[in-house]
């Protein structure tokens, strides 16, 4: 601490700040236009200057580090003096349109002058008194606006995009008073590579940039904000969202929070929309006739309770199925499962993390005893080495992306093993583009060469893992020559990428689905634990395993029991200890028997061994792999009830379809991908006539003969953590602020940061253990006649099967329509251009769709992504399902492509 | 005068790797040129990881830089001091009216550039222009004309 005069008054404030932020501190206001903390701190605006006694100048507060002894005036004539000046020459050029300004009440500018009374610059020139229309490279697209004259050149946004975002695609460019900021070569904002995060237009502190789908839709005055939790995709970024007059959502800001720091990307940003959407349900609906009809409440209950009790009575309680939700809440989740359970009787309960992180669960519960992502996010900034396979991380999470390139930075080192080029692998240092479905083979051969270079951690293995010398003795049959022919990649790239990772101090490893949709999935994920476990990367900082969850509360479903062989906290259904323990809890009679894998549903419904499935939130009939035989399985059932937001393409087919509030109108709860659970507040009232997904579940049970009764979330959340060992601290009121990350056991515990901390592992011994794991080929292999090898997957701009985010008008208008990339050299051979439209084929159906000439798959491989109805890829998607985890091989299937027309 | 991309790839294999090797490269590239198209530009961003962005904030903050391509032949009129005060703006007008173009702009056909620097370093033939870096010295606004004409004349050889 130093002592240091300001005003006249002595403070003692910590050394190494600067004055602005010593003043922050002792709340004494230093009014800035340019600094943005952590952001953009390069001092252009002259706002802050002060005066210091024995200094030549009036320093800027912003950059000026407070120094022992020092004496500060921050009010006198001479500082107001200065500052009024500059913000005189800063409002030289703007235009003085703040009535019709969208940016007004939330304008740093505004605030500025009217707190100076400068109602007119006396540099003003008259021409620019008022706004005019110019053009500029952001005028076509639909995202984001840019009015040149009321920039201030305060350069946040720039700052922002390379600091935030990591995409660096605006610039500042020319001198002098042809500065301005631009885009490189002044290319439209859309060829540039912008990501449209908008964090950009949340930096700026005028009405320069804005978001264009805020325009004309009320002034900041009118609007009502509220923080609540991201929807989309599995980081859990809060977001601050604004509702108008009309009870509309019309703007999102990113929260600086622990998890994301301040930043969204374009689906958190804009993709709120579809909330708004006139598409909305609102009744319940009946199938009457063949054709869904609007009902009532009290008439859609009692016919599905009708329904369901009349099969569980004739078939037993295994005949029904039973769908919980990943975009629900745990609150949601749990109350579902619970029915299925108690109300149904079955264990036939489970959710569309069986599509995507099942292999997680599975093989992270056989090697480490916990099936979760072992560390934080925070972590990321600790890690010398960033592992990622199977990720196209900078589209599927990307705020995790914007980390992980901030990290690198920092001087961490990126490696990235991927069948396509994608954005984060351009970023790597390292790049092996293996073949789809050989990852075991790559994992084995990078364990070889760290074995062969003596860089396993020797200690670490021989205190706290076992089977080490099995997987030894397998590591023998995978020289660097063997694998590289299986996968693909040079020999050189995997010794390297071996030595990158074994070499490093604390390394963690990034996958996502690329590991885990294949037959071999869980091999995939136990192999994955392998090269954590050898090279000790577990249980400290900055290492471990991040298996980044795709949904906003996948982690949260499968914490909360909606799966068919446990109960909430993985606690296993067969385990009689446990079973009596919850029917203890439950007060009923519990089956003893795991229940049936989403992925089972439409094939034992085909078989007629499932006559009826309930479904809250799901969408089977666009997400499932194979997805025409799934809708022959479920038009085969005898009852089908969903309920949902929009008429999705499974809800079409429903018997009974009941109108849910979406998740930004919710209380409730999302666990995150490292275990943090945080609060959902409503941003918006729901629609009338609509009710929350807990409650239709707790009035279905009631009409069916069992009562459950809640006042709400936070009830369901008391009761969670008494079933739930390592939830039992967690309450609504302790999540305020950053949430709690599991496991959190008692009241008093603080949430755990990382897994396995000193390497005891949650397995019954404490050890971590060793599979030996041998390469599998996939499931299909190409022939003549399928030559190509079809991968799907996520883009940016789109969310799973699309219901949400093709409403939203700016985001469909960007991306209307799927596609299929092809590599240049497979596309030039069979005679396809861009844009032409090519037939795609697989042994179980073919679709026509776009042809996208790029560089990003490997040759031999083409991608198509699985948001679009028209064009869905789970048409031709390998319904082979992993032998553990039952999830199906997305990733590869053999296909044939072939040009229509152009 | 275009050359081949093949060029630009020495370029970068030139300084590919070498700290602060930017505006070298950047130079050679619109040497080739005679500006800096952007598909070079991208190329180097490319291989020298740098992005297009930063690239774009040092061609536009060096004067030397040119984002069109010129004209065939390069006109200077020096408004340097000495200059200056010999009426090189009257200088400077004329070849406006006369080329119909703005100070840093390419007449229509292509054909002539017209810069504006700041002393040659002769002053004692004020008021001076170049062309190609050819000096013509204590200019009069009736001559240049003339002068002009020689040029298209080659021009038509």
């Known amino acids: ?902 | 005068m275009k050359k081949e991309i093949g060029n630009v790839e020495i370029i970068i294999e030139k300084w590919k790797g070498i700290k602060g090797s930017l505006i070298m490269a950047l130079h050679e590239l619109q040497h080739l040129y005679g500006y800096v198209p952007q598909k070079g530009a991208q190329q180097i961003s490319t291989a020298f990881k740098i992005p297009l962005s930063q690239i774009f904030e040092v061609i536009t903050f060096y004067n030397l830089f040119k984002l069109k391509e010129p004209g065939k032949h390069t006109i200077a009129v020096c408004l340097g001091t000495a200059c200056y005060l010999k009426g090189a703006p009257d200088i400077l007008n004329e070849l406006k009216v006369l080329l119909k173009v703005e100070e840093g702009g390419t007449t229509k056909d292509g054909q002539f550039n017209l810069d504006v620097v700041r002393c040659l370093g002769c002053c004692g033939l004020a008021p001076v222009m170049t062309i190609d870096g050819e000096i013509y010295g204590k200019v009069k606004k009736n001559e240049i004309k003339d002068i002009l004409a020689k040029y298209k004349k080659k021009e038509q050889k």
């Open chain 1, 1 to 902: 601490m130093i002592n240091i005069k300001i005003d006249g008054t002595d403070y003692q404030v910590e050394e190494g700040l600067t004055i602005a932020e010593a003043c922050a501190g002792l709340g004494i206001n230093i009014p800035t236009l340019c600094h943005l903390k952590d952001v953009s701190q390069d001092a252009y605006c002259g706002i802050c200057v002060v005066e210091m006694k024995n200094a030549r100048i009036l320093p800027r507060a912003c950059i000026t580090k407070v120094a022992p002894g020092m004496e500060i005036q921050t009010k006198t004539q001479l500082v107001q003096e200065t500052r009024r000046m500059n913000l005189e020459l800063i409002l030289a050029n703007h235009p003085l349109d703040c009535m019709t300004c969208d940016k007004d009440g939330e304008c740093a500018l505004q605030d500025l002058a009217y707190q100076f009374g400068i109602k007119r610059s006396i540099f003003l020139n008259d021409e620019n008194v008022f706004a005019k229309e110019v053009k500029t490279p952001w005028d076509t697209n639909p995202f984001i606006k840019k009015e040149p004259a009321k920039c201030i050149m305060c350069k946040r946004c720039v700052d922002a995009c390379a600091n935030q975002a990591r995409v660096e695609a605006i610039c500042v460019a020319n001198r002098g008073v042809k500065t301005e900021i631009a885009t490189p070569f002044g290319q439209p904002l859309e060829e540039t590579t912008c990501l449209f995060c908008a964090e950009c237009v949340q930096a700026c502190p005028t009405g320069a940039l804005i978001e264009r789908t805020r325009i004309g839709k009320g002034k900041f005055k009118d609007l009502t904000p509220t923080d609540t939790i991201c929807a989309y995709c599995g980081v859990g970024c809060n977001l601050k969202l604004f509702k108008d007059k009309n009870n509309q959502l019309v703007m999102a800001r990113a929260i600086n929070s622990k998890v994301n720091r301040g930043r969204a990307c374009v689906k958190g940003r804009y993709g709120y929309e579809y909330v708004n959407s006139p598409d909305r349900l609102t009744t319940p609906l009946i199938r009457r006739e063949g054709k869904l009809r609007k009902a009532t409440w009290a008439e859609a209950l009692a016919y599905t309770a009708e329904r369901l009790k009349e099969i569980k009575d004739k078939y037993g309680p295994d005949s029904i199925g039973v769908l919980g939700s990943s975009r629900c809440t745990n609150e949601d989740n749990y109350v579902i499962q619970k029915f299925a359970r108690v109300g149904i009787g079955t264990n036939n309960i489970d959710n569309c993390a069986r599509l995507c992180h099942s292999s997680t669960v599975a093989g992270l519960n056989l090697a480490l005893g916990a099936g979760a992502a072992t560390n934080s996010l925070e972590d990321i900034f600790d890690s010398d080495v960033m592992f990622i396979i199977g990720s196209n991380t900078t589209e599927t999470h990307p705020v995790i992306g914007k980390f992980i390139k901030e990290n690198q930075k920092n001087g961490a080192k990126i490696i990235v093993c991927d069948p396509r080029y994608v954005d984060i692998a351009k970023a790597a240092d390292l790049y092996l583009p293996h073949t789809p479905g050989t990852d075991v083979a790559l994992l084995n051969g990078i364990m070889r060469q760290i074995l062969e270079h003596k860089l396993e951690q020797g200690d670490f293995i021989a205190a706290h893992t076992e089977g080490f010398e099995e997987l030894k003795k397998l590591l023998a049959d995978y020289d660097l020559e063997k694998v590289s022919q299986i996968t693909g990649v040079e020999p050189e790239l995997i010794k390297r990428a071996a030595l990158l990772y074994g070499g490093a101090k604390s390394a963690m490893i990034f996958y996502t689905m690329g590991i885990t949709q294949h037959t071999t999935g869980v091999d995939n994920v136990l192999s994955i634990a392998n090269l954590a476990l050898i090279t000790g990367n577990l249980g400290k900082r900055g290492a471990g395993i991040m298996a980044l969850r795709g949904q906003a509360n996948v982690q949260g479903s499968c914490d909360m029991g909606a799966l068919p062989n446990v109960y909430p906290g993985y606690q296993k259904v067969d385990d009689p200890a446990v079973k009596e323990k919850f029917e203890k809890a439950w007060g009923a009679r519990l089956s003893a028997k795991a229940g049936l894998t989403v992925t089972e549903f439409s094939t034992q419904a085909k078989e007629g061994k499932l006559k009826a499935v309930y479904s809250m939130g799901e969408n089977p009939l666009m997400t499932e792999a194979d997805v025409k035989h799934v809708r022959e399985g479920f038009e085969k059932l005898e009852f089908f009830a969903t309920q949902d937001i929009f008429l999705s393409e499974t809800a079409e087919i429903a018997d009974v379809v009941f109108p849910a509030a979406a998740a930004y109108e919710k209380d409730g709860t999302f666990t995150n991908t490292e275990r943090r659970v945080q609060l959902l507040r409503p941003a918006k009232d729901k629609p009338q006539g609509t009710k929350y997904d807990w409650e239709i579940v707790c009035e279905l049970a009631k009409v069916f003969g069992y009562s459950m009764n809640y006042s709400g979330p936070a009830e369901i959340m008391d009761e969670i953590a008494k079933v739930t060992p390592s939830m039992g601290g967690i309450s609504f009121k302790r999540l305020a602020g950053d949430g709690l990350q599991w496991p959190c056991p008692t009241t008093d515990h603080p949430g755990t940061v990382i897994l396995h901390e000193g390497g005891s592992f949650k397995r019954p011994n404490g050890k971590g253990k060793f599979h030996a794991v041998v390469y599998k080929p996939a499931n299909e292999l190409t022939d003549k006649e399928y030559p190509f090898i079809l991968t799907s997957g996520r883009i940016l701009f789109h969310y799973h099967s699309g219901n949400e985010t093709r409403r939203v008008k700016a985001i469909d208008k960007f991306v209307p329509r799927n596609y299929v990339e092809i590599n240049p050299e497979d596309a030039t051979r069979l005679g396809i251009g861009d844009k032409d439209m090519v037939k795609v084929s697989t042994r179980r159906g073919s679709i026509e769709v776009e042809a996208r000439i790029s560089d990003r798959p490997k040759r031999g491989l083409v991608f198509i992504s699985f948001h679009f109805r028209e064009a869905n890829v789970n048409l031709l998607t390998n319904p082979a399902l992993d032998p553990i985890s039952k999830i199906p091989e997305y990733k590869v299937a053999a296909c044939g492509l072939e040009k229509i027309w152009n």
